[in-house]
């Protein structure tokens, strides 16, 4: 569970915001990880009931999307303004269904959401796109390993020597931001049977799954679909054919990881599938689609 702030803290806080779950200009990552209202004066036992303290959090979040808009739009412009030595190429692509990106995060609802520390909006971790490319290569099986760590680096340090290029990879996956700000949405998940899930060990023997359980529904955040996300990867300073043939090679995959394996958490049961918009592709920073 997340650390919360000290209770002179959240005393102080609560005079500042009053009864909003999330006031104007608030950072809306830091409230929710660390400053929203889901635990008792003490720390000691979250607020009964969850779900309507996230529903006015999410409220209170698209209400404010305008607000983000010239965050989003600086950061856009940080990573068109690449080095001219380099080769970047924009995406654009839009969820299909919903997305929950950080679910597992250390929060203390125990379902988080990773928020960008500076806008405050949801986003895509390049770690995250490059993993997913990597997953998808490996699921085609269709291409050789060699290009797998000649364009996407090497997964153990000890694949190739420091010195050798592969080591890093041909193309470098840049964090994807949305367009615009995104619509939050609460969903919910309803676990029938949390007495033999959550026994332990010892104790489960004595359990059983059972349909007379009451059921536990558990709220938590997402990205609404239809959200349209700009990814940006780079080439390096290569021949033209070579980086042009790594480029290739990553959009085909990552681009087919996300129509068919989906980004984030809850993928087998159909959350964050995300469908190709237009192509954008630019031969430089001074052409950079968006």
Avoid at 14 to 42: C, I, K, M
Avoid at 239 to 264: I, N, Q, Y
Wanted: hydrophobic share 35%; charged share 25%.
């Amino acid at each position: 569970m997340a650390d919360l702030p000290p209770v002179n803290q959240r005393s102080a806080l609560t005079r500042q915001f009053g009864s909003a779950a999330l006031p104007d200009g608030a950072h809306a990552g830091l409230v929710f990880e660390r400053y929203g209202r889901f635990w008792n004066a003490s720390g000691t036992e979250p607020l009964k009931p969850i779900g309507s303290t996230l529903d006015r959090f999410v409220q209170e979040y698209n209400r404010q999307a305008g607000d983000r808009q010239k965050l989003l739009a600086l950061i856009h412009a940080r990573q068109r303004a690449v080095p001219a030595t380099c080769h970047v190429e924009a995406r654009e692509v839009e969820t299909s269904t919903r997305l929950a990106i950080g679910l597992g995060a250390d929060h203390p609802l125990e379902n988080g959401l990773t928020f960008d520390r500076v806008a405050g909006v949801p986003y895509l971790p390049a770690t995250s796109l490059k993993g997913l490319c990597r997953a998808a290569s490996q699921v085609l099986a269709e291409e050789r390993t060699d290009e797998r760590l000649c364009y996407l680096g090497s997964e153990d340090s000890w694949d190739v020597h420091p010195d050798d290029p592969r080591q890093r990879g041909a193309v470098c996956f840049l964090d994807a931001y949305p367009v615009e700000p995104p619509r939050l949405e609460v969903d919910v998940l309803t676990p029938h049977y949390s007495r033999y899930y959550n026994a332990t060990a010892r104790n489960r023997k004595n359990e059983r799954p059972v349909d007379w359980d009451s059921p536990n529904p558990v709220k938590f955040l997402t990205v609404a679909a239809k959200t349209p996300f700009l990814i940006r990867l780079l080439g390096d300073g290569r021949t033209v054919s070579e980086r042009e043939r790594a480029l290739e090679w990553t959009w085909e995959h990552l681009l087919t990881g996300l129509e068919l394996l989906g980004l984030g958490a809850k993928t087998a049961v159909g959350y964050g599938l995300m469908a190709v918009k237009e192509p954008r592709r630019s031969a430089g920073p001074s052409q950079a689609a968006r």
